[in-house]
Protein backbone atom coordinates (compact mmCIF):
# COMPACT_ATOMS: atom_id res chain seq x y z
CA UNK A 1 0.00 0.00 0.00
CA UNK A 2 1.49 3.27 -0.67
CA UNK A 3 2.24 5.79 1.92
CA UNK A 4 -0.47 8.32 2.89
CA UNK A 5 -0.31 11.70 1.10
CA UNK A 6 -0.14 13.97 4.23
CA UNK A 7 -0.76 17.13 2.05
CA UNK A 8 -3.89 18.13 0.46
CA UNK A 9 -3.88 19.79 -2.77
CA UNK A 10 -4.71 23.39 -1.30
CA UNK A 11 -1.79 23.36 1.19
CA UNK A 12 0.53 22.57 -1.74
CA UNK A 13 -1.14 25.60 -3.09
CA UNK A 14 -1.03 27.66 -0.27
CA UNK A 15 2.70 26.98 0.28
CA UNK A 16 3.72 27.82 -3.37
CA UNK A 17 1.26 31.07 -3.04
CA UNK A 18 3.33 31.99 0.34
CA UNK A 19 6.60 31.57 -1.79
CA UNK A 20 6.06 33.31 -4.10
CA UNK A 21 4.82 36.48 -1.96
CA UNK A 22 8.08 36.05 -0.15
CA UNK A 23 10.02 35.63 -3.19
CA UNK A 24 8.88 36.32 -6.35
CA UNK A 25 7.12 34.34 -8.86
CA UNK A 26 10.76 32.85 -10.30
CA UNK A 27 11.66 31.09 -6.93
CA UNK A 28 8.45 28.78 -7.19
CA UNK A 29 10.34 25.22 -7.71
CA UNK A 30 9.25 22.14 -6.94
CA UNK A 31 12.17 21.77 -4.45
CA UNK A 32 10.95 25.66 -2.57
CA UNK A 33 7.56 24.10 -2.37
CA UNK A 34 8.87 20.57 -0.30
CA UNK A 35 11.25 22.69 1.50
CA UNK A 36 7.68 24.97 2.95
CA UNK A 37 6.31 22.11 3.54
CA UNK A 38 8.96 20.26 5.01
CA UNK A 39 8.69 16.74 3.29
CA UNK A 40 10.14 15.58 0.12
CA UNK A 41 8.91 16.74 -3.32
CA UNK A 42 6.95 13.09 -4.37
CA UNK A 43 3.08 14.85 -2.28
CA UNK A 44 3.47 17.75 -4.68
CA UNK A 45 3.60 15.27 -7.82
CA UNK A 46 0.86 13.47 -6.24
CA UNK A 47 -1.98 16.15 -6.85
CA UNK A 48 0.27 17.98 -10.01
CA UNK A 49 1.98 16.25 -12.86
CA UNK A 50 3.81 18.70 -13.14
CA UNK A 51 5.10 22.24 -12.17
CA UNK A 52 3.42 24.40 -14.97
CA UNK A 53 0.22 22.92 -13.41
CA UNK A 54 1.00 23.82 -9.67
CA UNK A 55 2.42 27.11 -10.94
CA UNK A 56 -1.60 28.04 -13.47
CA UNK A 57 -3.15 27.14 -9.86
CA UNK A 58 -1.07 29.77 -8.17
CA UNK A 59 -2.00 32.22 -10.98
CA UNK A 60 -5.22 31.35 -10.23
CA UNK A 61 -5.05 32.08 -6.28
CA UNK A 62 -3.43 35.35 -7.45
CA UNK A 63 -6.64 36.27 -9.54
CA UNK A 64 -8.65 35.28 -6.61
CA UNK A 65 -6.95 36.98 -3.92
CA UNK A 66 -7.21 40.28 -6.80
CA UNK A 67 -11.02 40.03 -7.43
CA UNK A 68 -11.90 39.62 -3.34
CA UNK A 69 -10.22 43.57 -3.64
CA UNK A 70 -12.19 44.35 -6.50
CA UNK A 71 -15.49 43.11 -4.61
CA UNK A 72 -14.79 45.66 -2.00
CA UNK A 73 -14.22 48.26 -3.96
CA UNK A 74 -17.73 47.85 -5.88
CA UNK A 75 -19.18 48.17 -2.09
CA UNK A 76 -18.18 51.29 -2.08
CA UNK A 77 -20.37 54.92 -2.45
CA UNK A 78 -18.80 55.54 -5.62
CA UNK A 79 -17.92 52.15 -7.31
CA UNK A 80 -15.40 52.76 -9.75
CA UNK A 81 -13.38 55.27 -7.11
CA UNK A 82 -13.69 51.78 -4.90
CA UNK A 83 -11.90 49.72 -7.22
CA UNK A 84 -9.34 51.91 -8.27
CA UNK A 85 -8.39 52.22 -4.73
CA UNK A 86 -8.90 48.68 -3.87
CA UNK A 87 -6.76 48.15 -7.32
CA UNK A 88 -3.38 50.42 -5.57
CA UNK A 89 -4.24 48.84 -2.61
CA UNK A 90 -4.25 44.99 -3.54
CA UNK A 91 -0.71 46.64 -5.07
CA UNK A 92 0.35 47.60 -1.52
CA UNK A 93 -0.52 44.64 -0.34
CA UNK A 94 0.39 41.75 -2.13
CA UNK A 95 2.89 43.36 -4.67
CA UNK A 96 4.72 39.98 -5.83
CA UNK A 97 0.95 38.67 -7.09
CA UNK A 98 0.63 42.08 -8.91
CA UNK A 99 3.73 41.37 -10.21
CA UNK A 100 2.36 37.91 -10.95
CA UNK A 101 -0.47 39.20 -12.34
CA UNK A 102 -0.27 42.45 -14.13
CA UNK A 103 3.71 42.98 -15.02
CA UNK A 104 4.96 39.90 -15.31
CA UNK A 105 2.03 37.33 -17.28
CA UNK A 106 3.50 33.95 -17.23
CA UNK A 107 3.01 31.64 -20.34
CA UNK A 108 0.48 29.84 -18.26
CA UNK A 109 -1.69 32.79 -18.10
CA UNK A 110 -4.46 33.43 -20.10
CA UNK A 111 -5.07 37.13 -19.10
CA UNK A 112 -3.15 40.52 -18.00
CA UNK A 113 -3.48 44.05 -16.92
CA UNK A 114 -5.94 44.59 -20.09
CA UNK A 115 -7.98 41.83 -19.64
CA UNK A 116 -8.48 43.62 -15.68
CA UNK A 117 -9.38 46.62 -17.60
CA UNK A 118 -12.30 45.34 -19.33
CA UNK A 119 -13.58 43.43 -16.15
CA UNK A 120 -13.35 46.36 -14.62
CA UNK A 121 -15.00 48.28 -16.93
CA UNK A 122 -18.26 45.66 -17.02
CA UNK A 123 -18.42 46.13 -13.32
CA UNK A 124 -18.85 49.91 -13.01
CA UNK A 125 -20.45 50.22 -16.36
CA UNK A 126 -23.95 51.19 -14.69
CA UNK A 127 -22.90 52.90 -11.75
CA UNK A 128 -20.65 55.55 -13.63
CA UNK A 129 -23.56 55.79 -16.36
CA UNK A 130 -25.66 56.77 -13.13
CA UNK A 131 -23.59 58.69 -11.00
CA UNK A 132 -22.02 60.97 -13.60
CA UNK A 133 -24.85 61.00 -15.97
CA UNK A 134 -22.54 59.49 -19.10
CA UNK A 135 -23.56 57.21 -22.33
CA UNK A 136 -21.49 53.93 -22.31
CA UNK A 137 -18.98 54.96 -23.94
CA UNK A 138 -18.41 57.97 -22.25
CA UNK A 139 -18.18 55.96 -19.39
CA UNK A 140 -15.84 53.27 -20.50
CA UNK A 141 -13.91 56.16 -21.63
CA UNK A 142 -13.69 58.09 -18.59
CA UNK A 143 -13.17 54.84 -16.30
CA UNK A 144 -10.41 53.62 -19.01
CA UNK A 145 -8.49 56.54 -17.92
CA UNK A 146 -8.93 56.60 -14.64
CA UNK A 147 -7.84 52.93 -14.45
CA UNK A 148 -4.11 53.68 -16.30
CA UNK A 149 -3.77 55.93 -13.92
CA UNK A 150 -4.49 53.59 -11.05
CA UNK A 151 -2.04 51.03 -12.82
CA UNK A 152 0.71 53.79 -13.23
CA UNK A 153 0.51 54.37 -9.41
CA UNK A 154 0.09 50.20 -8.41
CA UNK A 155 3.33 49.89 -10.88
CA UNK A 156 5.09 52.64 -8.94
CA UNK A 157 4.86 50.85 -5.76
CA UNK A 158 4.87 47.53 -6.76
CA UNK A 159 8.53 48.75 -8.08
CA UNK A 160 9.38 50.68 -5.22
CA UNK A 161 9.40 53.58 -6.51
CA UNK A 162 6.07 55.77 -5.42
CA UNK A 163 7.22 58.87 -3.75
CA UNK A 164 2.85 59.90 -2.77
CA UNK A 165 1.25 58.96 0.16
CA UNK A 166 -2.17 57.24 0.08
CA UNK A 167 -3.95 60.52 0.78
CA UNK A 168 -2.18 62.45 -2.29
CA UNK A 169 -2.64 59.52 -4.46
CA UNK A 170 -6.53 59.74 -3.49
CA UNK A 171 -5.91 63.76 -4.52
CA UNK A 172 -4.24 63.60 -7.64
CA UNK A 173 -7.22 60.54 -8.69
CA UNK A 174 -10.06 63.42 -7.85
CA UNK A 175 -8.15 66.00 -9.56
CA UNK A 176 -8.00 63.85 -13.15
CA UNK A 177 -11.34 62.45 -12.41
CA UNK A 178 -12.81 66.21 -12.18
CA UNK A 179 -10.98 66.91 -15.35
CA UNK A 180 -11.68 63.88 -16.90
CA UNK A 181 -15.72 64.49 -16.42
CA UNK A 182 -15.43 68.09 -17.14
CA UNK A 183 -13.81 67.63 -20.60
CA UNK A 184 -16.00 64.35 -21.69
CA UNK A 185 -19.04 66.57 -21.34
CA UNK A 186 -17.83 69.94 -22.60
CA UNK A 187 -15.77 68.80 -25.56
CA UNK A 188 -18.49 66.54 -28.27
CA UNK A 189 -16.53 64.17 -30.14
CA UNK A 190 -13.69 64.10 -27.65
CA UNK A 191 -14.10 59.87 -27.41
CA UNK A 192 -13.85 59.48 -30.39
CA UNK A 193 -11.72 62.07 -31.86
CA UNK A 194 -13.98 63.96 -33.92
CA UNK A 195 -13.07 67.25 -32.93
CA UNK A 196 -11.12 70.21 -33.55
CA UNK A 197 -7.80 69.96 -30.95
CA UNK A 198 -6.32 73.16 -31.77
CA UNK A 199 -9.59 75.01 -31.60
CA UNK A 200 -10.23 73.40 -28.28
CA UNK A 201 -6.49 74.28 -27.02
CA UNK A 202 -6.68 77.59 -28.35
CA UNK A 203 -9.50 78.55 -26.37
CA UNK A 204 -8.86 76.60 -23.31
CA UNK A 205 -5.39 78.38 -22.33
CA UNK A 206 -6.73 81.89 -22.68
CA UNK A 207 -9.07 81.43 -19.72
Known amino acids: MPPKV ?8 GAAAAIVREQGYDALTAREVAAK ?3 STRPIFTY ?5 QLR ?7 KRRYLEYIERGLTAPIPNLGVGQQYIRFAREE ?8 LTKPDNASDGATEALGLSQELVRDSVMRIYNMD ?8 RDLWLLAFSFAALIVTDDCPYSDDEISSILTEVSLSLCKAFKEVPGLTTGDFDRDAVFTELVKK
Open 95 to 102: PELFRLLF
Open 6 to 13: KFQREEIV
Open 136 to 143: ADTADHYF
Open 56 to 62: AEVCSYA
Open 37 to 39: LGV
Open 48 to 52: FDTME
